[in-house]
């Protein structure tokens, strides 16, 4: 009797078993390559946008400005590389006013959800501003606060900077410290907002550099924008302005692919529950 009801209960459990490999089995997908190629796909992209700007008043005051940016990004689900150039060169009456060349790159990469890590390569050439060349070197962490339709990431860093006054001929080293802030919103499918916000501290300078920038797009590639950005020199020689600003409004266009970004309910809720 025993040897029977032993022998119920293995049927038993072995009809359980079954039953239960059925259901878990018409719950997953079968696995398809393609979806697997268009997840890898998503994960990872490639792309940057260029722009120009062109400013021009004649009559009494005769002047031209040319505004040029750039950025090269790739993403991945490890890491991101983001490249973005700048250009500014104007002329009034005949002569050169103001010339400005920067370029900047920075690299994430991912340690979780949440933190990540980051390297930081920034190069300024400026014809007028109090510190005429800066090169700056910096590494730190980093975190997500917000994800989604609001983004929002903090750095934190120490690093190198070599720098030139415009009144000095030799570069003076620096240990330096960083703080940074990017947050993004979009608005919609057309339109978005983008906001850095860098700062290297020293005790040979204070150097404050703010971008807003405002975008619209026209088409899938093309868009307008305009761009305020804001520089700060806490060292300045005589005759020379603490602060430069530069306008535009520049007409640009994309090319690559952009990544896929989350898009949670609430980015609060995102953030509370992280």
């Known amino acids: 009797m025993r040897r029977g009801l032993a022998r119920r209960w293995r049927m038993a459990l072995a009809s359980g078993l079954l039953a239960m490999s059925a259901a878990v089995a018409q719950a997953e997908p079968a696995f398809d390559p393609l979806d697997e190629a268009q997840a890898l796909q998503t994960a990872t992209a490639s792309g940057g946008d260029l722009s120009l700007g062109l400013l021009a ?19 991945t689900a490890q890491y991101d590389n983001r490249v973005d150039l700048l250009y500014v060169d104007s002329h009034a009456r005949g002569e050169l006013a103001d010339r400005k060349f920067s370029i900047a790159d920075k690299l ?14 920034h190069y300024d050439h400026d014809e007028v501003a ?5 090169i700056s070197l910096a590494a730190g962490l980093g975190r997500h606060l917000l994800r989604g339709a609001d983004q929002l990431d903090l750095d934190l860093g120490l690093g190198w900077s070599n ?27 057309q339109s978005q907002f983008r906001q850095t916000v860098q700062t290297e501290f020293s005790s040979y300078n204070l150097y404050l550099a703010s971008v807003s920038t405002l975008r619209l797009k026209l088409s899938k590639r093309w868009f307008v924008s305009l761009d305020y950005e804001l520089r700060h020199n806490r060292k300045a020689v005589a005759d020379t302005g603490h602060t430069d600003e530069i306008r535009s409004a520049n007409i640009g266009f994309d090319f690559g692919k952009a990544p896929a970004q989350p898009s949670p309910e609430s980015p609060l809720d995102d953030l509370l529950q992280n």
């Open 57 to 75: 008043n004649t009559g009494n005051t005769r002047s031209s400005t040319l505004t040029a940016r750039g950025a090269l990004d790739r993403h």
């Open 130 to 134: 109090a510190i005429r060349e800066r």
């Open 108 to 121: 994430k990469l991912e340690l979780g959800r949440r933190n990540y890590a980051f390297g930081l390569a």
């Open 163 to 189: 720098a030139q006054a415009q009144d000095q001929d030799g570069f003076e080293d620096r240990v330096i410290g960083v703080v940074g802030a990017v947050y993004a919103h979009a608005f919609n499918a």
